[in-house]
């Protein structure tokens, strides 16, 4: 059983930056791929960006590339998603997610879900 605990949510301006963190209970935390999705008021859950257990690997939504980093310390058990340059479009819950061997990715159903934690982007 894994329980995932996101943080580093909050409001800030348009061009600001936040750093999200997902802490994660439960053992063997490398052998999961690790990811954040985000829904935005009205919208459908999607895929945000996702790591592998080694780290090695990093995938991202087209709307984000270039302006979130996605990143994970195993000793510490905790991935991270460095958001840069945030526009309005942005605003929305962001959920960590964890999935067992294998990718986080847009077509992907994780094994597990954070409670997600609230950005707000103002203009």
């Known amino acids: 059983q894994v329980q995932l605990v996101e943080s580093g949510g909050g409001l800030v301006q348009a061009g600001g930056s936040l750093r999200l963190s997902c802490a994660a209970s439960?053992?063997?935390?490398?052998?999961?791929?690790m990811g954040w999705f985000r829904q935005g008021a009205g919208k459908e859950r999607e895929f945000v960006a996702g790591?592998?257990?080694?780290?090695?690997?990093?995938d991202y939504a087209d709307s984000v590339k270039g302006r979130f980093t996605i990143s994970r310390d195993n000793a510490e058990k905790t991935v991270y998603l460095q958001m840069n340059s945030l526009t309005p479009e942005d605003t929305a819950v962001y959920y960590c997610a964890a999935a067992y061997l294998d990718y986080i990715r847009a077509n992907l159903i994780p094994n597990y879900w954070g409670r997600g934690t609230q950005v707000t982007v103002s203009s």
């Open positions: 790591i592998s257990g080694s780290g090695g690997r990093k």
């Open positions: 439960g053992r063997f935390f490398s052998s999961y791929g």
